[in-house]
């Protein structure tokens, strides 16, 4: 059983580069054709300081601020018993090639179902720009099997 001391732990905000060849690999793995997202010059030419990340890209960030098994052992839980609930994203500002993301994470419940046999880790998390703008926020649900 996961320890609901955890709530309200905070991770280490960690800042991650966003970086043109990630922004045109997840645009061409979600199937998006706008140049906005693939092509500088076509980005410049919107207006745009550089490419727009597509929407969901501020998971991308997440996975690469916080890694995955320190996540699972800091609760004391195994990898193999995590499922990914869910996923929301409220968006603030563009995202854009060049930008530098500080990651928040903080863990804001724990919720015991079926007697204890499922646990959901609900976090929340911020996504700051270089300039100090929140960009991006998402609130998560993490599922441990028991």
Do not use: W
Not at 13 to 28: H, Y
Not at 72 to 83: A, C, P, T
Not at 87 to 93: G, P
Not at 110 to 133: A, E, M, P, W
Request: hydrophobic share 40%; proline share 5%; charged share 25%.
């Amino acid at each position: 059983m996961i320890d609901k001391k955890h709530i309200g732990y905070e991770f280490h905000p960690v800042t991650v580069p966003v970086e043109e060849g990630r922004l045109r690999f997840l645009a061409k793995a979600l199937g998006e054709t706008r140049k906005i997202y693939t092509d500088t010059d076509a980005a410049n030419a919107a207006g745009m300081p550089g490419l727009l990340a597509p929407p969901t890209f501020p998971f991308m960030l997440e996975i690469d601020a916080l890694d995955l098994v320190d996540f699972v052992e800091l609760l004391g839980e195994k990898l193999g018993k995590l499922l990914h609930g869910e996923e929301n994203f409220v968006y603030h500002a563009p995202i854009y090639a060049g930008d530098k993301i500080t990651v928040c994470k903080k863990i804001t419940d724990i919720i015991d179902k079926k007697g204890g046999t499922l646990q959901f880790v609900i976090s929340h998390t911020d996504f700051i720009n270089q300039r100090g703008k929140k960009v991006a926020e998402t609130h998560t649900n993490y599922v441990f099997r028991h």
